[in-house]
């Protein structure tokens, strides 16, 4: 399996390379999971 280097990640963000798309539950799921983290956090 190909590594992803620190240096792939900065030169798919600059240029827009690569589009993930998620379905909308998923999308929820995830975000509540981040703000649940980020609460415990503060």
């Not at 900065?10 to 649940?36: F, H, P």
Request: no cysteine.
């Amino acid at each position: 399996m190909k590594k992803t280097t620190l240096d792939d990640l900065v030169s798919s963000l600059e240029k827009n390379q690569y589009r993930i798309e998620l379905s909308r539950g998923v999308m929820d799921r995830a975000r509540k999971a981040i703000e649940r983290m980020i609460e415990i956090g503060r």
